[in-house]
């Protein structure tokens, strides 16, 4: 299967559209996407991205409790991430909170290796992950907010 990465190139159009409820379906629903999110997060903690979140376990378990609710809504299941996301639309209550903190592409090509082994290691159909994939792949262009300065010189733009 591909999992391919392409980069983020500053402020280019990213279209991309949400995991279908397919995948909620065969992930396991709510406890499903606890299983995968947890994994995920354990893999974060051990990642080059660490640095980026709160090191206190307990901290760090609060991010994984909340990423697990935003997917659960944002694939389909219940709005369980409204109480967080307070009305503002997700995407845009996404990108704010991503916007406190300085990522570069780089960051984001080892937060969605994170991603891909916590997908890999999880059983369900081929096809579906791609799908939440290519979500993943492309939304995720809209957390880099760091960009080489160099870019915005060059002389042959
Ligand atoms: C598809 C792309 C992504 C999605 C959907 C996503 C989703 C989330 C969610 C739901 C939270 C918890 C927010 C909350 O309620 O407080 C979060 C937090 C966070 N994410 Fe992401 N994320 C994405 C990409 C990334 C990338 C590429 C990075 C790169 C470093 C990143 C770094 C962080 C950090 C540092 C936090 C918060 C930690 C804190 O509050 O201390 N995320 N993300």
């Excluded at 974060?44 to 206190?56: K, M, V």
């Excluded at 901290?59 to 809504?73: D, L, R, S, V």
């Excluded at 307070?86 to 990522?103: P, S, W």
């Amino acid at each position: 299967m591909a999992y391919e990465i392409t980069k983020t190139v500053k402020d280019e159009k990213v279209p991309y559209k949400n995991p279908s409820p397919a995948f909620y379906e065969a992930v396991g629903g709510e406890e499903g996407m606890r299983k995968l999110m947890y994994s995920f997060y354990d893999i974060i903690y051990e990642s080059d991205i660490q640095n980026f979140f709160p090191q206190d376990k307990e901290e760090f378990n609060k991010i994984a409790a909340k990423n697990t609710k935003f997917f659960i809504q944002l694939c389909g299941g219940p709005a369980v991430y409204e109480e967080v996301a307070g009305g503002v639309g997700l995407d845009e209550f996404m990108i704010r909170i991503h916007d406190d903190f300085t990522i570069p592409d780089e960051a984001r090509i080892e937060w969605l290796g994170c991603m891909r082994q916590a997908l890999e290691a999880y059983d369900m159909d081929e096809e579906l992950k791609q799908d939440f994939w290519e979500y993943a792949e492309r939304f995720s262009k809209l957390t880099v907010n760091k960009f080489k300065d160099l870019q915005a010189f060059n002389p042959y733009h």
